[in-house]
């Protein structure tokens, strides 16, 4: 008698980008500012910054014909192709201490960053 394991397949796509709750609250109140209220939030990677790449953050009327749309908690996420490899895996995080408050980029690809920590390389 012999046994055969089928092979674990991940049916669910794994995500270019992750928000946290906290970062999608955030970005919701900045949107609930603007004037006329945004559909939804483009994160990407453009090219430039000391150690070659940055990642910016911009609200969107409406997607790009090569984006992707993600949805968290009703935010949509605005992603294009390029970015999307360079984020493959990366989390936005909100955080707030004492001496300062932003959004955080945590992205696994990254192998250095500068000393303003605004920029990367991959």
């Known amino acids: 008698m012999s046994t055969t394991t089928t092979p674990s397949v991940e049916t669910t796509p794994k995500l270019p980008v992750n928000l946290t709750s906290t970062a999608v609250v955030k970005v919701k109140e900045i949107m ?3 004037n006329p209220v945004p559909a939804g939030l483009r ?3 453009v ?3 000391c150690s ?3 990642y910016s ?3 969107e009327n409406a997607p790009g014909v090569m984006d992707k749309v993600y949805t968290f908690e009703g935010l949509k996420v605005y992603v294009d192709a ?3 490899m ?5 989390v936005v995080d909100f955080v707030e201490t004492l001496e300062a408050s ?4 945590e992205n696994p690809n990254v192998k250095s960053t500068c000393g303003c920590g605004s920029s990367f390389s991959v």
């Not at 360079?86 to 990366?90: A, E, P, S, V």
């Open 52 to 54: 070659g790449f940055s």
């Open 47 to 49: 090219g430039g910054g």
């Open 86 to 90: 360079y984020l493959n895996g990366c």
């Open 82 to 84: 390029t970015s999307a």
């Open 43 to 45: 994160i990407g990677v």
């Open 57 to 59: 953050m911009s609200f």
């Open 102 to 105: 932003g959004f955080k980029f």
């Open 32 to 34: 609930g500012q603007q």
